[in-house]
C-alpha cells in the first residue's frame, strides 16, 4: 500500500512502487479523466500535475509521487473559474476529446509560469501532447484567450 | 417492458414506414440485409412516456432524449443530428440528453444499409431522418396539447419546448403521456429553412464541457467491480499461429489471474494493466510463423514498379490511349509511391465485455456496432440479439473502428470465451496498435499524359498498384469487374478525365499477408495526390500558371471551380510572398464535396518542408454546423499534413519496424501551420461530408508548393524523407 494524495485527498493505493502513477490513477483509485495514450511519454494523454509541474504520468512511478501533490483533470475541474475550460469551450477546442485532459493539464502549467506566451512559447510548451484530430490551431487560439482572460480577469472579450 | 413503451414501440413500427420512405440511395452494401440486422433487439430502454420513433424520445419529466444511429468520434454529430432534432421539435438544442444508440436495426445507415458511421455520411445521410422524427414528435405533442386545451391543432404553436394557444400552456413534458398514447401521423411538413434557428447557422459542440473536465467516458473508462484488464502478446508476423506457450513465469507475477490462448496470440488477465502488461512481457511463447515472415516493404515496392509497367485490369478507358500518346507534342511521366500508414487515433483500441450465461455485453467506441455484435455472437455461440454492444465516445476513429474483421472485438469475445470469466477490458497498448496492421495500404501510380500545341492533355496512361481494401471482407461484393473501386476513386471519376478523349486507367490489386483497411479519406489519400500532383506538372510542362490551367481544365466542373477560386482569391494567388514562402494549390471532390487548398510553405536548413499556412475552401452544399465544417477540414488538413510529411509504416522479415509515436511519427503542435484559414462556398448543390475530404488535398498542395520552390517534384511520401533522396531516385527528367 501506498499513500497517494490526489487532488488534496489522501489514498491508500494497492500498487507494486514499479506501477506507474497513471495505472494507479485509472485502475487502482479509478480517476479516468487521465488518459493512456502511448506508455512511454510521447503523447502527452496522461499529463498531471506533481507538486505543480506537469508530468507524463505513464511513466512516473507511483514511488516518486508519494508525498506530493497530484492534480489531474478531475482537480483542476473544480475550480469555476478555470479559464483554460472556458476558453475550450468558447473556441469549441475538442473534436474526440480523448487527449485533451492531457492538453488542459500541460497549458495550465505553461499559464502560470508565462501569463503572456508568444504562438512559439505556446508550440514548444506544448509539443509533448498529441492530438490525431488535429485541433492544434485551435488549442493555440485557446491558450492565447485563456491568457487574456486571465490578465483581464474577465472573458477576454 | 412497461405497457408504454409498448405503445410506442407500436407507434415506432408504424412511424418507421413514413421515415424510411423516399430516401438517398446512392451506395448500398451488397447483402446489407443479411448483416448487422439483427431485429429483435429492445432499443432504448428509456421508460420514457413519449418514445415516437428509435431517434427521440421525451419523459413525464420534460427530458428531451436524442438517440444517434451514428457514433461520435470527434466530427461533432453529437451536436449536429440533435441540431436537426430540436429545430423541427422546437426545443433549446442544448437542453437535450444526447446519447448513442444501441446495435439496432433503426440505426441502420438510410444509404449503406449497415449500422455505420464511414464514409463522411452522417450528416446528409440523416438529415431527412432525424428532422422527421423531431417534426413527426412535435406533430403529436401539438395534437395532444390540442385535445388538452380544447383547440384546434392550428391554433397551437410550440417554442421552446411548450405548446401554447391562446393563454393555455403546456410543456412537452407535460403532454408526454397523452402524445404517447396517440396513433403515428401521416407524412407530417418539414420547416421551411428560412424558419430553421439552429441548422446553417451553428452551434457550440454539446460534448465540450464533458471532454474538458474528464468526465466523459470512453472505451477505455469503462469500469465495473470484478472487471479484469486483458492484454494480448500477438503474433510478431502477420498470420503467425502460436506453437507453444510458457505462462509460469508470468503467472507468477503479482495481479495476474490467468493466461490463455486465442486464435491471434496469448491472452493475460490480470487486476490491472500494469499487472497484465508485466505478465504479457514475461510469456514465452513460440511461434510458427508462416509466408507473412516474407513480406518486406522495400521489396515489394520494387515489385510493385515493375508490376506497373504491365497495364492491369481495366478501370476506365476511352478512345486509344496508344494511338494519341504516339501523336502527343510532349509527354510527362511520373511515378508517386506512398506507404503504408496506421491510423493511431489517441485512444488505443480496447472493449470490454461481459457474459452472462447466452447474454453478453460490449462497451466499446466503434464505427460498426452491428457488424461488431454479429461477430462477438459468432465466436460465443450466440445469436446476435443476445449481444448488446454499448457505443460510448470514440477516441478517434478514422476508419480503424469501422472494421469488417470485427477484429478487436472479436478477439474480446475470443477472450472471454477462453477465460471463462464474467468481465474483461482487453486494453491494446500502443505498439499493439501501431503494429496491428489494418493499414492504408501501400499504392504506386504510374502516370503518362501527352500534351498537344496548347499544353493541354490529350492522352492519359495511368496504372495504379496497391492491395485491395474490400477483397476478402463483406464488402467484396463492391468489387466490379475485378475493380475495387476504393482504389481507383478519385482517378477514374476525376473531372480532369472529361477533358481527355483518349484514356486508360488500370489496376493492380496485388496480395500479401498485411491486413488493409479505409485510412480517413480511402483511396482519395493517394489519388488526390496522384493526380493533382500530375496536373500540376503538366501545367509546368505547358508552361502555365498551375490555378489558370485548372480552371481551364475545370471549366464545366462549377464546384470544384468555386472551391479553387475562393481558395485561390482568399490565400492571395498570385500576389507576392515573403522572401523563402511559396505557395502550392490543389482541388479535389471526394465523399460528395468540393475541396480546394492552397500550401504556403518554405524549406527548413536540412530541406524538409515547414508549412506556414494553409488556406482551404469547400463546397459542402448546406453547412449544417458551420463551425463545425471548418473544424473538420482544418483537422482534416493535419491529418492529412501528418501523412504528407511525416506517416510511414514499414515492414522487414514481416515485422513491422514502428511501435510508438518515437517512430511512428505523427505532426505536433509545431509541425501544423500556425494558419489555417476555412471558408464555406455559399451553394445549394447537393449536400457532401466534411469529416475526410479536408484530407486529399494537402499533400499535392505541399508537394506543388515544394516545386515552386526547388524546381523538384515530390513524387513519394512522406515528403520529409523524400526531400533528402528526391535527386537520387525520384526525379523523372520531363521528355
Not at chain 2, 384546434?152 to 400552456?169: F, H, I, L, Q, R
Not at chain 2, 485512444?347 to 455485453?361: A, D, M, S, Y
Request: charged share 20%; aromatic share 6%; proline share 5%.
Amino acid at each position: 500500500m501506498v499513500k497517494l494524495k490526489i487532488n488534496q485527498k489522501e489514498y491508500s493505493v494497492d500498487a507494486s512502487p514499479d506501477m506507474p502513477l497513471l495505472w494507479a490513477i485509472r485502475d487502482v483509485v479509478g480517476l479516468t479523466g487521465t488518459k493512456f495514450g502511448c506508455g512511454m511519454a510521447q503523447c502527452g494523454a496522461c499529463t498531471v500535475h506533481l507538486d505543480g509541474e506537469a508530468v507524463r504520468s505513464c511513466v512516473t512511478l507511483v514511488s516518486r509521487a508519494v508525498g506530493k501533490e497530484i492534480v489531474t483533470i478531475e482537480g483542476l475541474s473544480a475550480n469555476p473559474d478555470n479559464y483554460l475550460q472556458k476558453a475550450w469551450i468558447e473556441l469549441d477546442v475538442p473534436q474526440c476529446g480523448y487527449c485533451q485532459s492531457g492538453q488542459i493539464m500541460s497549458a495550465a502549467v505553461l499559464l502560470k509560469e508565462n501569463p503572456d506566451p508568444t504562438d512559439e512559447d505556446i508550440d514548444s510548451a506544448m509539443s509533448g501532447n498529441i492530438c490525431r484530430c488535429g485541433t492544434y490551431p485551435r488549442i493555440r487560439k485557446a491558450i492565447h484567450l485563456a491568457a487574456k482572460m486571465q490578465r483581464e480577469g474577465g472573458s477576454g472579450k | 417492458m412497461s405497457t408504454t413503451t409498448n405503445v410506442s414501440r407500436r407507434n415506432f413500427l408504424k412511424t418507421g414506414a413514413v421515415l424510411s420512405s423516399g430516401l438517398l440511395i446512392s451506395f448500398t452494401v451488397p447483402g446489407a440485409k443479411k448483416l448487422g440486422a439483427a431485429t429483435s433487439m429492445v432499443g432504448p430502454q428509456s421508460g420514457a412516456a413519449f418514445a415516437p420513433n428509435a431517434y427521440l424520445h421525451i419523459t413525464a419529466d420534460n427530458e428531451v432524449l436524442v438517440y444517434l444511429a451514428h457514433a461520435e468520434m470527434g466530427q461533432g454529430i453529437w451536436t449536429t443530428l440533435s441540431m436537426m432534432i430540436a429545430d423541427e421539435l422546437d426545443v433549446d438544442v442544448n437542453k437535450m440528453t444526447v446519447q448513442h444508440g444501441d446495435a439496432w436495426k433503426p440505426y441502420q445507415h438510410t444509404a449503406f444499409g449497415i449500422q455505420i458511421t464511414g464514409g463522411s455520411s452522417t450528416t446528409w445521410s440523416e438529415f431527412d431522418r432525424y428532422r422527421k422524427a423531431g417534426a413527426t414528435a412535435r406533430a403529436l405533442l401539438v395534437q395532444a396539447a390540442a385535445q388538452k386545451f380544447g383547440v384546434s391543432p392550428s391554433e397551437c404553436k410550440t417554442e421552446n419546448g411548450m405548446v401554447t394557444a391562446g393563454d393555455k400552456s403546456a410543456t412537452y413534458g407535460e403532454l408526454a403521456t397523452a402524445a404517447g398514447a396517440l396513433p403515428a401521423p401521416g407524412e407530417v411538413p418539414l420547416k421551411d429553412p428560412k424558419d430553421w434557428k439552429y441548422i446553417g447557422k451553428g452551434v457550440k459542440r454539446l460534448d465540450t464541457p464533458a471532454k474538458i473536465n474528464g468526465t466523459a467516458k470512453f472505451g477505455m473508462d469503462m469500469q465495473f467491480p470484478g472487471m479484469l484488464t486483458a492484454v494480448v502478446l500477438h503474433a510478431p508476423v502477420f498470420g503467425a499461429k502460436v506453437k507453444t506457450v510458457d505462462a509460469a513465469k508470468a503467472k507468477s507475477i503479482p495481479g495476474v489471474k490467468q493466461v490463455v490462448q486465442i486464435p491471434g496470440g496469448v491472452a493475460v488477465l490480470a487486476d490491472n494493466y500494469w499487472a497484465a502488461k508485466k505478465g504479457r512481457a514475461a510469456l514465452k511463447v513460440d511461434w510458427d510463423l508462416g509466408s507473412g515472415v516474407k513480406v518486406d516493404s522495400a521489396a515489394m515496392l520494387a515489385q510493385y514498379k515493375q508490376l506497373a509497367k504491365t497495364p492491369g485490369t481495366p478501370a476506365g478507358k476511352e478512345g486509344n490511349v496508344d494511338s494519341a500518346m504516339s501523336k502527343a507534342v510532349k509527354t510527362v511521366e511520373a511515378e508517386y509511391v506512398f506507404p503504408y500508414l496506421a491510423h493511431a487515433p489517441m485512444e488505443p483500441l480496447n472493449v470490454t465485455i461481459q457474459l452472462k450465461g447466452n447474454q453478453c455485453e460490449i462497451w466499446t467506441g466503434t464505427q460498426m456496432p452491428g457488424i461488431d455484435q454479429e461477430a462477438a455472437a459468432k465466436v460465443l455461440g450466440l445469436k446476435p440479439e443476445q449481444v448488446r454492444v454499448n457505443t460510448v465516445f470514440l477516441g478517434g476513429g478514422f476508419g480503424r473502428r469501422a472494421t469488417p474483421a470485427s477484429d478487436f472485438v472479436k478477439e474480446a469475445a475470443e477472450i472471454i470465451k477462453a477465460s471463462g470469466k464474467p468481465l474483461v477490458k482487453m486494453v491494446w497498448s500502443r505498439e499493439d496498435d501501431v503494429k496491428g496492421g489494418f493499414y492504408r495500404p501501400m499504392f504506386l501510380h504510374k502516370i503518362t499524359a501527352g500534351l498537344n500545341a496548347e499544353g493541354m492533355p490529350v492522352a492519359w496512361k495511368h496504372t495504379i498498384v496497391g492491395q485491395s481494401i474490400m477483397e476478402g471482407t463483406f464488402f467484396a461484393g463492391m468489387i466490379k469487374d475485378g475493380i475495387d473501386g476504393a482504389s481507383v476513386e478519385g482517378v477514374v471519376d476525376s473531372p480532369y478525365m472529361g477533358a481527355i478523349p483518349d484514356r486508360l486507367i488500370t489496376l493492380h490489386s496485388p496480395k500479401n499477408e498485411v491486413p488493409v483497411l479505409w485510412w480517413r479519406s480511402v483511396g482519395h489519400t493517394h489519388t488526390a495526390m496522384a493526380m493533382e500532383g500530375m496536373i500540376d506538372e503538366l501545367a509546368q510542362a505547358a508552361g502555365k500558371d498551375q490555378l489558370a490551367y485548372r480552371q481551364e481544365l475545370l471549366k464545366s466542373h462549377p464546384r470544384h471551380l468555386a472551391a479553387l477560386n475562393l481558395a485561390a482569391e482568399k490565400a492571395g494567388w498570385g500576389k507576392p510572398l515573403p522572401e523563402g514562402r511559396f505557395r502550392g494549390i490543389a482541388v479535389h471532390e471526394s465523399f460528395l464535396s468540393y475541396v480546394a487548398q492552397v500550401a504556403e510553405i518554405s524549406l527548413n536548413s536540412d530541406g524538409t518542408i515547414k508549412v506556414h499556412r494553409v488556406v482551404s475552401a469547400i463546397d459542402c452544399g448546406l453547412a449544417v454546423n458551420p463551425d463545425g465544417v471548418k473544424a473538420q477540414i482544418e483537422s482534416g488538413i493535419n491529418y492529412g499534413l501528418s501523412a504528407a510529411l511525416l506517416g510511414e509504416i514499414s515492414l522487414e522479415k514481416g515485422r513491422v519496424k514502428q511501435g510508438n509515436f518515437n517512430d511512428y511519427v505523427v505532426a505536433r503542435m509545431f509541425d501544423t501551420p500556425a494558419e489555417i484559414e476555412v471558408y464555406i462556398v455559399k451553394s445549394d448543390g447537393k449536400m457532401g461530408g466534411v469529416g475526410e475530404p479536408g484530407v486529399p488535398p494537402v499533400a499535392p498542395a505541399i508537394a506543388n508548393a515544394y516545386f515552386n520552390a526547388t524546381g523538384r517534384r515530390l513524387r513519394q511520401l512522406p515528403f520529409n524523407k523524400a526531400v533528402h533522396s528526391i535527386e537520387a531516385d525520384m526525379h523523372i527528367p520531363h521528355t
